[in-house]
C-alpha cells in the first residue's frame, strides 16, 4: 500500500505533498543521490519547501499527513528511476519512517500541557545534522500548538534558516495556534473533518473492527478518526461515553449538578491514573536501571542522581495533569455532541445525528426547551472549555457549566 492509505478523506492534501515528494525526490538525486550532499536547486522552484505547517480540526489526521509525508521523502524505492511517485510504503525508507525507526526522521509529540525551550534547543541542534543515511532530515513536530512563547522563538531561528536537507513538518489545530513569524514562513496545508462513511472503512479495512461497531464509532465522534479507534476498540471508554451522555438527564436540582460535576472529575482523575499505573511505574524502574540501581530492589540510587529521579517525578505529574485535562474535555466534546443532536431534532434539521444510541434522551430534552435554550447549554461548555484552557480549578468550572446546563 501506499504511504497514503492511512489519510481519510484527504485527496486533495495527499496529492499536494505527492507533488512535493516527486519534486523533493528530483532536488536529491540532482545533488547526486549522496546522503550528506547540498541541494543545490532552490526550493522556491519546486513545490517542496523546507517548512510545512499541517493545520486542521483534531481527528482530521493532521500527524498522519505529516508522517506519511515524512515517509514518502525517504522513498528508496526503484520505481522512482521509472516514474513512479515517492511513497510506495514497502520500501526500506517508507516502512521504517511509518514504524519510527529511521534515522532521519524525528516525530515529536508531548504527553506534556508544553513543550518548553529546553527540548525545543535540542530539536534545533538535530536539524542542523546532515541526513545520516536517508534522503532528508525529517523533524515532524506533532504538538506545535503547545510551544511556549521561549520555545516557538528557539524554532523561528531555525525554520528562517534551515540546513539544506532538513524538513520541517510542524501540526497544530489552527493557524492561530502558531506564532504569526513562524505560520508566515511554512508553506500551510489545511485538512478537514473525515466523512464518517470514510472513517468507518478503514475502521474496518485496517484494524479488524465489525462493520455496524465501526460505524457507529464513527458516527458517534463524527470523523475524528483516534477517537472513534479508542470508541470501537476500548470496552471502557464507550463506558465513560455513555455516562457522559446520561448527565443532561440528571441536572434538574442543585444536587444533582454538584454530584454530576464532582463524577466528571472523578471520572478524569481515574483515567490519569490508569495512564499512570500503565506508564510511571516502568519508566521509573528504567530510569533506576540505567542510573545504577538493581532493578526491582527498590535500592538506594547512587549519589548525584536523585535530581534526574526528581525531575522524571515532576514530568509524570505534568502528564497527569494533561491526561486529566484531555479526559475532560473529550466529556465536555460529547456533551457538546449531545445538545447539537437535541438543537438539530428541536429545528427539524435533516443532519445526521450522533448519538442515534441515545435519541430517547435527546428527544426528551428537546421536547422540554426551545432551540435558545439548547444554545446558552452549548455556550455553558465552551465557557467551561475556556475556563479550563485559564487554568481554572477543574472542579470550579464544571460545577459552573452544570448548574448552566440547569438553569439554561
Given at each position: 500500500m501506499a504511504v497514503w492509505d492511512d489519510l481519510?478523506?484527504?485527496?486533495?492534501?495527499?496529492?499536494?505533498?505527492?507533488?512535493?515528494?516527486?519534486?523533493?525526490?528530483?532536488l536529491v538525486t540532482a545533488a547526486g543521490e549522496t546522503a550528506a550532499g547540498p541541494v543545490e536547486e532552490?526550493?522556491?522552484?519546486?513545490?517542496m519547501t523546507h517548512a510545512w505547517l499541517f493545520t486542521g480540526p483534531p481527528g482530521s489526521g493532521r500527524a498522519t499527513a505529516a508522517r506519511a509525508f515524512a515517509a514518502a521523502l525517504q522513498c528508496v524505492s526503484p520505481d522512482r528511476a521509472l516514474g513512479g511517485a515517492p511513497g510506495c510504503g514497502f520500501c526500506d525508507g517508507c516502512h521504517t519512517a511509518l514504524v519510527g525507526t529511521h534515522a532521519d526522521v524525528e516525530v515529536v509529540r508531548t504527553d506534556m500541557l508544553t513543550i518548553g525551550v529546553k527540548e525545543t534547543r535540542e530539536l534545533v541542534r538535530r536539524a542542523q545534522l546532515s541526513p545520516a543515511g536517508g534522503r532528508w532530515q525529517v523533524i515532524v513536530l506533532e504538538d506545535a500548538d503547545r510551544l511556549t512563547e521561549g520555545a516557538g522563538n528557539v524554532l523561528l531561528k531555525a525554520v528562517e534558516e534551515p540546513a539544506p536537507r532538513t524538513v520541517w513538518l510542524l501540526c497544530a489545530p489552527s493557524l492561530?495556534?502558531?506564532l504569526p513569524t513562524i505560520r508566515s514562513r511554512c508553506r500551510l496545508l489545511t485538512l478537514r473533518t473525515p466523512p464518517v462513511d470514510a472513517v468507518a472503512d478503514i475502521l474496518v479495512r485496517r484494524d479488524g473492527i465489525d462493520p455496524e461497531l465501526a460505524a457507529s464509532a464513527a458516527r458517534a465522534t463524527q470523523g475524528h478518526i483516534g477517537r472513534a479507534r479508542r470508541l470501537a476498540t476500548d470496552e471502557r471508554a464507550r463506558a465513560r461515553r455513555a455516562a457522559v451522555l446520561k448527565l443532561p438527564l440528571r441536572v434538574d436540582d442543585v444536587g444533582g449538578c454538584l454530584k454530576a460535576a464532582q463524577e466528571l472529575i472523578d471520572a478524569a482523575a481515574e483515567d490519569a491514573k490508569q495512564v499512570a499505573e500503565e506508564i510511571d511505574a516502568k519508566e521509573t524502574e528504567e530510569l533506576r536501571a540505567a542510573l545504577g540501581a538493581a532493578a526491582g530492589t527498590g535500592g538506594r540510587l547512587p549519589r548525584g542522581t536523585a535530581g534526574a529521579m526528581k525531575e522524571l517525578q515532576d514530568r509524570q505529574k505534568r502528564r497527569a495533569t494533561r491526561t486529566?485535562?484531555?479526559?475532560?474535555d473529550l466529556a465536555l466534546t460529547d456533551l457538546t455532541a449531545f445538545y447539537r443532536d437535541v438543537l438539530a431534532l428541536q429545528l427539524g434539521s435533516q443532519v445526521a445525528l450522533a448519538n442515534t444510541d441515545v435519541?430517547?434522551?435527546?428527544?426528551?430534552?428537546?421536547s422540554g426547551s426551545k432551540p435558545a435554550r439548547t444554545l446558552r447549554r452549548i455556550e455553558a461548555i465552551t465557557a467551561c472549555r475556556q475556563a479550563l484552557d485559564s487554568n481554572v480549578a477543574p472542579l470550579l468550572a464544571v460545577e459552573a457549566m452544570t448548574m448552566a446546563l440547569r438553569a439554561g
Amino acid at each position: 500500500m501506499a504511504v497514503w492509505d492511512d489519510l481519510v478523506g484527504q485527496d486533495r492534501v495527499a496529492a499536494q505533498l505527492s507533488a512535493a515528494a516527486r519534486d523533493a525526490d528530483a532536488l536529491v538525486t540532482a545533488a547526486g543521490e549522496t546522503a550528506a550532499g547540498p541541494v543545490e536547486e532552490p526550493m522556491a522552484s519546486s513545490k517542496m519547501t523546507h517548512a510545512w505547517l499541517f493545520t486542521g480540526p483534531p481527528g482530521s489526521g493532521r500527524a498522519t499527513a505529516a508522517r506519511a509525508f515524512a515517509a514518502a521523502l525517504q522513498c528508496v524505492s526503484p520505481d522512482r528511476a521509472l516514474g513512479g511517485a515517492p511513497g510506495c510504503g514497502f520500501c526500506d525508507g517508507c516502512h521504517t519512517a511509518l514504524v519510527g525507526t529511521h534515522a532521519d526522521v524525528e516525530v515529536v509529540r508531548t504527553d506534556m500541557l508544553t513543550i518548553g525551550v529546553k527540548e525545543t534547543r535540542e530539536l534545533v541542534r538535530r536539524a542542523q545534522l546532515s541526513p545520516a543515511g536517508g534522503r532528508w532530515q525529517v523533524i515532524v513536530l506533532e504538538d506545535a500548538d503547545r510551544l511556549t512563547e521561549g520555545a516557538g522563538n528557539v524554532l523561528l531561528k531555525a525554520v528562517e534558516e534551515p540546513a539544506p536537507r532538513t524538513v520541517w513538518l510542524l501540526c497544530a489545530p489552527s493557524l492561530e495556534d502558531v506564532l504569526p513569524t513562524i505560520r508566515s514562513r511554512c508553506r500551510l496545508l489545511t485538512l478537514r473533518t473525515p466523512p464518517v462513511d470514510a472513517v468507518a472503512d478503514i475502521l474496518v479495512r485496517r484494524d479488524g473492527i465489525d462493520p455496524e461497531l465501526a460505524a457507529s464509532a464513527a458516527r458517534a465522534t463524527q470523523g475524528h478518526i483516534g477517537r472513534a479507534r479508542r470508541l470501537a476498540t476500548d470496552e471502557r471508554a464507550r463506558a465513560r461515553r455513555a455516562a457522559v451522555l446520561k448527565l443532561p438527564l440528571r441536572v434538574d436540582d442543585v444536587g444533582g449538578c454538584l454530584k454530576a460535576a464532582q463524577e466528571l472529575i472523578d471520572a478524569a482523575a481515574e483515567d490519569a491514573k490508569q495512564v499512570a499505573e500503565e506508564i510511571d511505574a516502568k519508566e521509573t524502574e528504567e530510569l533506576r536501571a540505567a542510573l545504577g540501581a538493581a532493578a526491582g530492589t527498590g535500592g538506594r540510587l547512587p549519589r548525584g542522581t536523585a535530581g534526574a529521579m526528581k525531575e522524571l517525578q515532576d514530568r509524570q505529574k505534568r502528564r497527569a495533569t494533561r491526561t486529566q485535562r484531555d479526559s475532560l474535555d473529550l466529556a465536555l466534546t460529547d456533551l457538546t455532541a449531545f445538545y447539537r443532536d437535541v438543537l438539530a431534532l428541536q429545528l427539524g434539521s435533516q443532519v445526521a445525528l450522533a448519538n442515534t444510541d441515545v435519541r430517547d434522551g435527546l428527544e426528551r430534552i428537546a421536547s422540554g426547551s426551545k432551540p435558545a435554550r439548547t444554545l446558552r447549554r452549548i455556550e455553558a461548555i465552551t465557557a467551561c472549555r475556556q475556563a479550563l484552557d485559564s487554568n481554572v480549578a477543574p472542579l470550579l468550572a464544571v460545577e459552573a457549566m452544570t448548574m448552566a446546563l440547569r438553569a439554561g
